[in-house]
């Protein structure tokens, strides 16, 4: 098992920047691709980001590519989301999740993909 624990989010005004932190415990000496989440209510949840255990591989969604970036510090068993140039619509509730890979290179962007979950952290960006 993996526990993962969101934290970083809060309140910015449009053009801001917010960095998000993914701590995770547990089992960690296993490999993991690490991925972000956003959902907003009454929508299904939606991918961000992912980087794969390596940390050599990154994706993004469209709608943050260039002002979004996801980093990863094994040492520190941590995932980190840099948000710069943030927008209204990017208020959510922003989950990090957990995929054990035996592929240090492979990404995985859908929900169904990932075996755990944080607890999520909100997001809010005012215009």
């Known amino acids: 098992q993996v526990q993962l624990v969101e934290s970083g989010g809060g309140l910015v005004q449009a053009g801001g920047s917010l960095r998000l932190s993914c701590a995770a415990s547990?089992?960690?000496?296993?490999?993991?691709?690490m991925g972000w989440f956003r959902q907003t209510p009454g929508k299904e949840r939606e991918f961000v980001a992912v980087?794969?255990?390596?940390?050599?591989?990154?994706y993004y969604a469209d709608s943050v590519k260039g002002r979004f970036t996801i980093s990863r510090d094994n040492a520190k068993d941590t995932v980190y989301l840099q948000m710069n140039s943030l927008k209204p619509e990017d208020t959510a509730v922003y989950y990090c999740?957990?995929?054990?890979?035996?592929?240090?290179?492979?990404?995985?962007?859908?929900?169904?993909?990932?075996?755990?979950w944080g607890q999520g952290t909100q997001v809010t960006v005012s215009s």
């Open positions: 547990g089992r960690t000496s296993r490999s993991y691709a």
């Open positions: 999740a957990a995929h054990q890979t035996y592929d240090s290179d492979n990404i995985y962007y859908r929900v169904n993909e990932y075996d755990y």
């Open positions: 980087i794969s255990w390596s940390g050599r591989i990154t």
